[in-house]
T-cell receptor, first 114, second 112 residues
Framework: SQTIHQWPATLVQPVGSPLSLECTVE??????LYWYRQAAGRGLQLLFY??????ISSEVPQNLSASRPQDRQFILSSKKLLLSDSGFYLC?????????????FGNGTRLTVT | GNSVTQMEGPVTLSEEAFLTINCTYT??????LFWYVQYPGEGLQLLLK?????DKGSNKGFEATYRKETTSFHLEKGSVQVSDSAVYFC???????????FGTGTSLTVIP
């Protein structure tokens, strides 16, 4: 069966510090991978998605970036965090086979920028 | 374009009450429809799905029917429990399935 791992679960970082959140998927090949952000009490905002190694689509302009160095690894980064980067970050994956495949989410990372 | 509209929350119900959370959509192409549930401090979990018109998705006592004529996918449960307290998201994907469109979420609180 497929599993998704996302870490760390919680993170407190000062403004201006770098960020690296990692997500890996097991039990599937060539998944579509996604990073979402959820502000407190708000809905989901798609940040990045990837349909293959090195292929990243950015949905919103910001100081965040994403990379996919391996087929089942997706990394969210920032060189300098802003207070507004605080939130709940969710990694997700879906099968590449088309519209019938749902998204499967990790347990999320709670990021607090101080 | 593609979008999902959910009823505004929060919704507060007594235990064993009937639940309906409305969801309507617009889509270019033929969408698949999903309901997700998010418990406090956790990621989203797939609750149920439907991939074609008149399909009924069901899980854990929850049901939703894909209504193409009314572009709706309302979530229902006959008797809610305290453990159903969570935020519920309606979502769709179309065509290649690369992109998902979510509603804003509906918070449900069930009181004993």
């Amino acid at each position: 069966s497929q599993t998704i791992h996302q870490w760390p679960a919680t993170l407190v970082q000062p403004v201006g510090s770098p960020l690296s959140l990692e997500c890996t998927v097991e039990g599937t090949s060539n998944p579509n991978l996604y990073w979402y952000r959820q502000a407190a009490g708000r809905g989901l905002q798609l940040l990045f998605y990837s349909v293959g190694i090195g292929q990243i689509s950015s949905e919103v302009p910001q100081n965040l970036s994403a990379s996919r160095p391996q087929d089942r690894q997706f990394i969210l980064s920032s060189k300098k965090l802003l207070l507004s980067d605080s939130g709940f970050y969710l990694c997700a994956w879906s099968e590449w086979t088309g519209r019938n495949s749902p998204l499967h989410f990790g347990n999320g990372t709670r990021l607090t920028v101080t | 374009g593609n979008s999902v509209t959910q009823m505004e929350g929060p919704v507060t119900l007594s235990e064993e009450a009937f639940l309906t959370i409305n969801c309507t959509y617009t889509a270019t192409g033929y969408p698949s429809l999903f309901w997700y549930v998010q418990y406090p401090g956790e990621g989203l979990q797939l609750l149920l799905k439907a991939t074609k018109a008149d399909d009924k998705g069901s899980n854990k006592g929850f049901e939703a029917t894909y209504r193409k004529e009314t572009t709706s996918f309302h979530l229902e449960k006959g008797s809610v429990q305290v453990s159903d307290s969570a935020v519920y998201f309606c979502a769709l994907t179309v065509n290649t399935g690369n992109q998902f469109y979510f509603g804003t979420g509906t918070s449900l609180t069930v009181i004993p």
